[in-house]
């Protein structure tokens, strides 16, 4: 079974503090997604990476994902509130339908 | 992206009753379609794999004679919730599929009193 953990599950911190958070798995994937959810609603897809050692940016946010395409990370430059929520992690395998979810990281930035 | 809607956004219903959630995919044909279910600050659970014109694959744990899945077109795909009790109480998310990622509709909270 493949799984996906997600570090760190809860994370508070002050505006304008960096954080980056973690999704580490044994297993390759073919792909990895980054999902962020607000309360009450649906997840919202912030970036999918395929190829290892790719970076890709998003304004203040850099994903990466492993040369090996085994684990990815999330960076938050000078965080603000509005990056408040959970953000989700997804990797799918080569041919696989199915994405495995990390447990999520709840981030709450405050003022 | 694909745009996926969900449909109720809310329902309360009572225990022992029947709820339907309608997804529908509103620009991409979809022949499969995916159900989650969420608990309050929780992750996504996996329920079932939704694939049109045959029956749902259901994940291990997950009763495929309480959760009734119905994928009768392309563009929409239905769960019913059997016999309802209060433990049903969740969130219930669908997501199209198109290439690597996964789009999500907006949810579906459903309270069972």
């Known amino acids: 079974t493949q799984l996906l953990e997600q570090s760190p599950q809860f994370l508070s911190i002050q505006e304008g503090e960096n954080l980056t958070v973690y999704c580490n798995s044994s297993?390759?994937?073919?792909?990895l997604q980054w999902y962020r959810q607000e309360p009450g609603e649906g997840p919202v897809l912030l970036v999918t990476?395929?190829?290892?050692?790719e970076v890709k940016k998003l304004k203040r946010l850099t994903f990466q994902f492993g040369d090996a395409r085994k684990d990815s990370s999330l960076h938050i430059t000078a965080a603000q509130p509005g990056d408040t929520g959970l953000y989700l992690c997804?990797?799918?395998?080569?041919?696989?339908?199915?994405?495995?979810f990390g447990q999520g990281t709840r981030l709450t930035i405050n003022p | 992206g694909a745009v996926v809607s969900q449909h109720p956004s809310w329902v309360i219903c009572k225990s022992g009753t029947s709820v339907k959630i309608e997804c529908r995919s509103l620009d991409f044909q979809a022949t499969t379609m995916f159900w989650y279910r969420q608990f309050p600050k929780q992750s996504l659970m996996l329920m079932a794999t939704?694939?049109?014109?045959?029956?749902?694959?259901?994940e291990q744990g997950v009763e495929k004679d309480k959760f009734l899945i119905n994928h009768a077109s392309l563009t929409l795909s239905t769960l019913t919730v059997t016999s309802a009790h209060p433990e049903d109480s969740s969130f219930y998310i669908c997501t199209v599929r198109s290439g690597h990622e996964q789009y999500f509709g907006p949810g579906t909270r459903l309270t069972v009193t």
């Open positions: 990476v395929v190829t290892g050692g």
């Open positions: 297993s390759v994937f073919s792909s």
């Open positions: 997804a990797g799918a395998s080569q041919g696989a339908q199915k994405l495995v």
């Open positions: 939704s694939n049109e014109g045959s029956k749902a694959t259901y």
